[in-house]
């Protein structure tokens, strides 16, 4: 009984590591609810094989893929529904430009500039280099640029300030 | 109105704002333990793995429930009222609409596990026909594939179609090589059909699938990454009794080794028992403006357009959420005196929803259903002042 304990809390405290990264890259990855049932399947699936997943080096690296395989009976479905009526004050076009993205570009942008995340911990979770996280941010957010027809767009981690309207500079 | 975010960080925040509950620990053991036909199971947690199928997951089912609502509402049936609201003169009383009164309401919270045993039971299946001859190698024709993942690297699954003049079924997990110009040719193993199909008769004309797996993480590499791994582009698939089907054009590598499934087809989806719920309109009656940190104390009209009552019983859950975080909640309607709506008619009923004094000035926006799969859902909207 008292190793069954043990393996609860420990799982407890794995949880309240890895969860919030799970949950917003699978957010990123597939919309709140998709996204929310990926992360659960995922550590539902990190409890039964937990005497394997404790010892991994790269937990969340792993459970992001296993969220993802078993997400895959809804693989060919469109994904990343638009908020719905809540966020009419967020630029119009940025769900859907953000739902244009590749995946992982989503992903590292979301995680990234939406949540904070370190760019070593968002490697970790794609199972990439940092160098690569970098390379997804630097083309989904020119994509983004480009889909929402701005300039110039503040990024605190590129040391621009402000955001650009190309149209309303035009216009002025 | 809200200030607007200024930066790609600060849009971002706000579209994220709206977040769902974190998963916590004991629901994902909860989900773990769970086999799907026993979908209001709520006893201890056990580790192993759990029998699953396509169905509802049992730990999912509230977060898909108010999806479904949700998605299907918006859609169908959302119905704007934004008069101005008059509380009821006088006491609580139970008398009906149609008398002019109000159906007070009943602080009847419900829980998630409540909720969850009021999903509705898919309806007995017909089983499958699994009584067809084996396919011949030669009926079965290569249609295609898609990638598992982006860049194929979770794999591919493949399609087979039934090019003959009857029924078939093939119950043998295939052979499957990978070829590479000058690499060792790869074997893989066998993987057991997924939850969500099963061997059944391939009718003619009709698909079926196999998944080839070559994930590019593993237990034994979990980081994963597959730089500098020899790729394989095809892949030969033995089928007994004839020459082996080869799809080119690959792009596929196996750090983590190579394993596919039997020829499998989708399950077909469950179907529920008809909800008489889903003939109840909703309306809401709002006030135009409420204080935050107050409650908001509004009226939902339910009518019944159709020629038939609809009996409240057992009695129903509704559903109420708003733009405001935190404030999702379901309660048990009060059917203390109103235990039917009559054909062509209509209750009022009495709500409230305590706002939290953190919210937001500006307009918010409410919705209201009845808890079940494709109930109608109402909208409104007032300000927060």
Redesign the interface.
């Known amino acids: 009984l008292a190793h069954s304990e043990d393996?609860?809390e420990d799982?407890?405290a794995?949880?309240?590591k890895v969860?919030?990264g799970l949950?917003h890259a699978f957010?990123a990855s597939y919309g709140?609810?998709r996204?929310?049932?990926a992360?659960?399947?995922a550590?539902?699936?990190?409890?039964?094989h937990?005497s394997?997943v404790c010892q991994?080096?790269?937990?969340s690296?792993?459970l992001y893929?296993v969220g993802?395989?078993k997400t895959?009976?809804r693989?060919?479905q469109p994904f990343f529904?638009r908020?719905?009526?809540?966020?009419i004050?967020?630029?119009p076009g940025?769900?859907e430009a953000?739902a244009s993205l590749?995946?992982?570009q989503r992903v590292a942008?979301?995680l990234v500039?939406?949540?904070d995340t370190p760019v070593k911990e968002v490697a970790?979770i794609l199972?990439?280099?940092e160098a690569t996280v970098h390379t997804h941010l630097r083309r989904g957010?020119a994509t983004?640029r480009k889909s929402l027809n701005v300039e110039r767009?503040?990024?605190?981690n590129e040391g621009i300030t402000?955001?650009e309207d190309q149209k309303g500079q035009e216009n002025a | 109105?809200?200030e607007?975010?200024?930066?790609?960080?600060d849009?971002?925040?706000?579209?994220?704002?709206?977040?769902?509950d974190?998963?916590?620990?004991a629901?994902?053991?909860s989900?773990?333990a769970r086999s799907s036909d026993d979908a209001t199971h709520l006893g201890p947690?056990r580790?192993?793995?759990?029998q699953r199928h396509?169905g509802i997951r049992p730990?999912?089912a509230w977060?898909?429930g108010?999806?479904v609502l949700?998605?299907l509402g918006?859609g169908v049936s959302v119905s704007f009222n934004r008069t101005s609201h008059a509380k009821p003169a006088g006491g609580p009383t139970t008398t009906s609409a149609a008398n002019g009164g109000v159906v007070p309401w009943v602080d009847r919270s419900v829980s998630s596990s409540l909720l969850t045993s009021l999903l509705p039971k898919p309806l007995p299946s017909t089983p499958p026909q699994t009584n067809a001859p084996a396919c011949l190698s030669q009926s079965l024709s290569l249609v295609g594939f898609?990638a598992?993942?982006?860049m194929q690297d979770?794999g591919i699954v493949i399609g087979f179609r039934n090019d003959g003049r009857a029924a078939c079924i093939e119950r043998a997990t295939p052979r499957v090589e990978a070829m590479a110009p000058g690499q060792v040719t790869v074997v893989a193993t066998t993987d057991p059909v997924?939850s969500?199909g099963e061997i059944v008769n391939i009718p003619p004309g009709g698909s079926v699938m196999m998944q080839v797996h070559a994930?590019?993480?593993c237990?034994a590499d979990?980081?994963?990454?597959n730089q500098g791994l020899p790729v394989y582009s095809t892949l030969a698939i033995y089928i007994p009794g004839g020459a082996p089907k080869v799809q080119d054009g690959l792009h596929l590598t196996f750090q983590c080794g190579m394993s596919n499934t039997p020829f499998w087809s989708g399950k077909p989806p469950p179907v529920y028992p008809a909800n008489p719920l889903v003939d109840l309109v909703p309306q809401l009656q709002l006030p135009t403006t409420v204080k935050a940190g107050s409650t908001l104390d509004y009226r939902v009209v339910l009518s019944n357009p159709e020629n038939r009552p609809v009996e409240l019983s057992p009695c129903p859950v509704y559903l109420e959420y708003s733009?405001i975080p935190r404030t999702k909640l379901t309660y048990r309607l009060n059917c203390g005196t109103v235990h039917a709506i009559p054909a062509h008619g209509r209750e009022v009923y009495q709500m409230e929803m305590a706002l939290p004094a953190s919210a937001s000035p500006g307009q918010t926006?409410v919705w209201w259903t009845l808890f079940g799969v494709s109930t109608p859902i109402a909208?409104g909207q007032f300000q927060v002042g």
Not at chain 1, 43 to 48: P, R
Not at chain 1, 56 to 59: E, I, Q, T
């Open positions: 393996r609860e799982f407890e794995f949880v309240t969860e919030p949950r957010r709140v609810d996204g929310r049932d992360t659960a399947e550590l539902a699936y990190a409890w039964e937990w394997r991994l080096a790269n937990p690296g792993y893929r993802r395989s895959r009976v693989r060919f529904e908020p719905v009526d809540r966020d004050w967020v630029e940025l769900p953000l590749p995946m992982r942008v979301f500039h939406g949540y970790a199972g990439v280099r957010l983004l767009t503040h990024l605190r402000e955001l | 109105m809200p607007l975010p200024e930066t790609l960080s849009q971002l925040r706000a579209l994220l704002s709206y977040d769902t974190p998963i916590t620990a629901e994902a053991r989900l773990a947690s580790p192993g793995r759990p396509a730990a999912l977060t898909l108010i999806l949700i998605a918006i898609n598992l993942g982006l979770d997924p969500y994930p590019v993480a237990n979990p980081g994963g990454g733009s926006e909208k």
